[in-house]
């Protein structure tokens, strides 16, 4: 396997003072791979993407970006770290134009000349975002939506994604451009820690499949495999896990 | 037909400087999704300012801005980063009026204590002239609120549309999730959309005492108009909000020359109740209200 470029360790985490939502989480991505997370509603998929990119911090355990430990510190400082996430529902700014989201996802680039030249790489990656330049976002599809946040996501060039069920609400269609870019990311040497209900379809385009239940990985192993293992099913029908 | 278009003429002025007294509220809402009581009173507090301007100096009120608009500036800032950002999120909507609320009484306590119960104003010489055009009555002073109010509301939009710190604000407001993910300092950029908003208030303070004699109990009366225009604008949207200004003003004008001050008071309820009922979420943009 490639080397890890994100992982989280043993980690702990909930919100307030409530209980711990993570209870020992741990899940590695390398360079160039994607990693899926799957787990019925509650398990706490979003709460761990949340500790990797700096929104929650851990209670306990560690995060590692590019073997560095980085629990505890803010989105910006990951976000330059290299790390971009893409939250669960609607995250475009709606009240603001396709051209304005893409250039806040470029938001910590003081040179402008970079920054020009990133919009064009972007505007590239995704057509339908050159194309809706001018529109207000929250106008679009909810497909174009998802299009506009993934580009602003990979405005800095990040070494690894998180994408919060990125095909939610999503039409077939918008669901494969989705699964079509996930796998582009990977061809270009990003790793990608993927959430998604659709586990079925998830665990066709991911290297690795972890089955999240009560805030920790029950079972991993290659995405191929898990894809077929009886016990998937049963996770989501409320069975045992073991 | 005259004394329509002089309702509207008048509705159009007021509405105007509504827009502004209405824009700081906005901005409140839409970074910290509270209601902020006591903006009407930072209203009269800079509105006391420049009738003490005015008196114990002899100077024009507006000469207070210079330094009311800074000071009000790092107040919202403190009083945003101080207080409000301090409450626990899960009951901040009904803490933050409490708060508010107590920040108002303090307000008006003080100035009780400093200039009286009484009523004062501010006559300036342009106050008693007014501007005809086709048989509808202009007042100056009426004139130069809305002036003012242009063009502190145009510099305001400037803010918000052009410049880095605007961005960064309207991503806070739109989506704070995703511009912590950008990497915007939200919480940084909350304070200072506390203090531009409380800024708004120091130049409406001091239009507001151009053109209307006040007490230190005066706020009240404000703060149920400006909540209803910030409902009927949509919550948090600081455009919505101006619109909505524009068009109760000019209700209210009309109301007033056909009916009667009590019935043009009360089409500011009427329009929010209409609003709650019919479209919680504004009439304006601000896609705020339906997410509670
Ligand atoms: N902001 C929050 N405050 C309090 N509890 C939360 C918050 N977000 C999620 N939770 C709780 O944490 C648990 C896991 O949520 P989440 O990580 O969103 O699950 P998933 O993404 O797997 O559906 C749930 O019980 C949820 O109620
Ligand atoms: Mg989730």
Redesign the interface.
């Known amino acids: 396997m490639s080397e890890a470029v994100l992982s989280l360790e043993d980690v702990e985490a909930g919100y307030g003072r409530a209980a711990p939502v993570l209870r020992g989480l741990s899940v590695t991505v390398g360079a160039g791979q994607v990693v899926c997370l799957v787990g019925p509603n509650g398990a706490g998929k979003s709460t761990a993407l949340k500790v990797a990119s700096g929104l929650l911090a851990p209670r306990s355990g560690r995060v590692v970006l590019a073997g560095r430990d980085v629990a505890g510190l803010s989105p910006q400082r990951l976000l330059g770290l290299g790390l971009a996430h893409v939250p669960q529902g609607h995250s475009v700014f709606r009240e603001m134009t396709v051209a304005e989201n893409v250039r806040l996802g470029g938001y910590t680039v003081r040179d402008p000349a970079r920054l020009a030249e990133r919009v064009e790489a972007v505007k590239e990656l995704f057509p339908v975002v050159a194309e809706r330049w001018g529109s207000m976002a929250g106008l679009l599809s909810g497909g174009q939506q998802k299009q506009v946040e993934f580009a602003r996501a990979l405005m800095l060039e990040p070494k690894v994604v998180l994408l919060d069920e990125p095909s939610m609400g999503l039409d077939p269609r918008a669901t494969r451009v989705v699964f079509d870019q996930i796998d582009l990311m990977r061809r270009t040497g990003v790793a990608v820690l993927l959430v998604e209900q659709n586990a079925r379809r998830a665990l066709e385009t991911a290297d690795v499949g972890c089955v999240l239940d009560l805030g920790r990985v029950h079972i991993s192993g290659p995405a191929r495999d898990l894809a077929a293992d009886p016990r998937l099913g049963r996770l989501y029908l409320g069975g045992a896990a073991t | 037909m005259s004394l329509l278009l002089q309702g509207l003429a008048l509705g159009v002025l007021t509405g105007g400087l509504y827009a502004l007294l209405a824009s700081g509220l906005s901005l409140y809402f839409g970074v910290m999704r509270v209601v902020m009581v006591a903006h009407p009173a930072f209203l009269f507090l800079a509105a006391y300012l420049a009738y003490t301007m005015h008196t114990a100096f002899a100077a024009d009120p507006f000469l207070t801005l210079p330094v009311t608009v800074p000071v009000f500036f790092a107040l919202g800032v403190a009083v945003q980063r101080l207080l409000l950002a301090r409450l626990a999120p ?1 009951n901040l909507a009904m803490m933050s009026v409490l708060l508010t609320f107590g920040i108002a009484l303090t307000i008006e306590g003080l100035l009780g204590t400093v200039y009286t119960g009484s009523y004062k104003s501010i006559s300036m010489d342009y106050a008693t002239r007014s501007l005809t055009v086709g048989g509808v009555h202009l007042p100056y002073d009426k004139i130069i609120a809305f002036l003012v109010a242009a063009i502190t509301l145009a510099a305001l939009f400037a803010v918000l549309i052009r410049s880095r710190f605007g ?2 604000l ?2 806070t407001i ?2 704070r ?9 939200t919480e940084r950029v909350a304070g200072y959309g506390f203090g531009v908003g409380l800024a708004t208030a120091a130049v409406g303070g001091t239009v507001l005492a151009l053109i209307t004699p006040f007490l230190p109990a005066s706020h009240w009366a404000w703060i149920g108009k400006l909540m209803a225009i910030i409902v009927v604008g949509g919550l948090g ?1 600081v455009a919505g909000a101006a619109l909505a200004a524009v068009v109760l003003g000019v209700v209210e004008g009309l109301v007033l020359v056909t009916i009667d001050a009590t019935w043009a008071t009360m089409m500011f309820y009427v329009f929010l109740f209409l609003t709650l009922l019919v479209r919680p979420q504004g009439f304006f ?1 601000g ?1 705020l209200a339906h997410r509670f």
Do not use: K, Y
């Not at chain 2, 999730?177 to 300092?185: D, F, P, S, T």
């Open positions: 899960d961005q960064a309207r991503a739109q989506h999730e995703a511009a912590r993910l950008v990497g915007i300092h949207s943009g896609r």
